[in-house]
């Protein structure tokens, strides 16, 4: 079925912040009109100004509100302010929530409130103004150990920190929804692996606050010698060179596997289904590190030491699924995905 784009007024929550920016981006390429909620606490309002940037027009598609998910009031007014403008929000892509491992851990209160709370009060507000299409930012990290082999959705379940049990909750809680009405509701649950990389524009890209703890961040802080080196988590993981394997993939490949998920929503109806949203293809940490020092032409120093807790050997998708059901591939390379975040780092930080 052929969409018209122009007809869809989408909510996306966590819009400014790395996928949420991303995605956004794509859908007002294709002409969708956006409402955007987040609270900034980990992003900024400028990315909507660079936004604007990229292309003037998208200053008529989208507008923004501020605040938390967990303020029921806010959402009701998103909601009504669609409706008084004469417009009817069709679909949610729901990225807010907050994602740091170990501040998880440290924190579980502060992860069960805002990450099952915040989506909890999004649900009941949907509701209520009868939207009923969501997909939803889950995470690889929802996995238990994989033994090798390519992470497919019914692998084994079994998150081991706070992060990947809010996850694997608000999976359950959509699931509920979904079987209460299930001619009503169309629930996607997208499990990313390891989103890396920047629009190609350099104008938007990954910007967390504070200490990042992923690798990505890290690498362009060495490259750009902000730190001095990064530590390799462990190289002794029975990987061929010793250090962990992960599926990196283009956020702007996964910024277009959210339309084609939402596009599929909207066309097809009611549905509860979990998709994993990555390559397939493992790359080692030393891999990504030479990588990133040969495209971008910097120098990465790093030494090794002890594993981190929590971490896993080998965590590679089995993406059939999403290129069957979706239509959607990943397209860009890992040289890109290192090109094009680099250049994000040099242009904004620097
Ligand atoms: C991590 C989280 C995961 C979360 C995802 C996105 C853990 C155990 N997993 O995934 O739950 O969904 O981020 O936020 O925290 N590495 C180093 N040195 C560093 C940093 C990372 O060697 O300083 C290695 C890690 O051991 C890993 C790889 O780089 O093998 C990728 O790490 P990272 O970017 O943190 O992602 P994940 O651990 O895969």
Redesign the pocket.
Known sequence: MLLNRNMFVILITGGTGFLGSHTSLVLLEKGYYLYIVDSLDNSSIKTLKRIKEINHNYKNQFKFFRGDLRNKELLRRIFINAKDSGKIISGVIHFAGL????DSIKNPLKYWSNNFLGTLNLLEVMSEFNCKKIIFSS???VYGPSNFSLLNEDSNINPI?P??KTKQAIENLLTDVFNSEPEKWGVINLR?F?PIGAHESGLIGEDPLGKP????P?LNQVASKKVDK?????DNWGTPDG??I?DYIHVMDLAEGHVAALEFLLSNGSQCININIGTGKGTS?LELVNIFSKVNNVEIKYNFTDR?E??FAV?IADNTRAKELLNWSPRRSLEAMCKDGWKWHRKIKH
């Open positions: 994602k740091a491992v170990s995470s690889a990290t920190n992060y990947g990313y390891n703890n992923n690798i990505f890290i990064i530590e390799i988590f462990g250090t962990c992960r940490v981190r929590g971490d965590v």
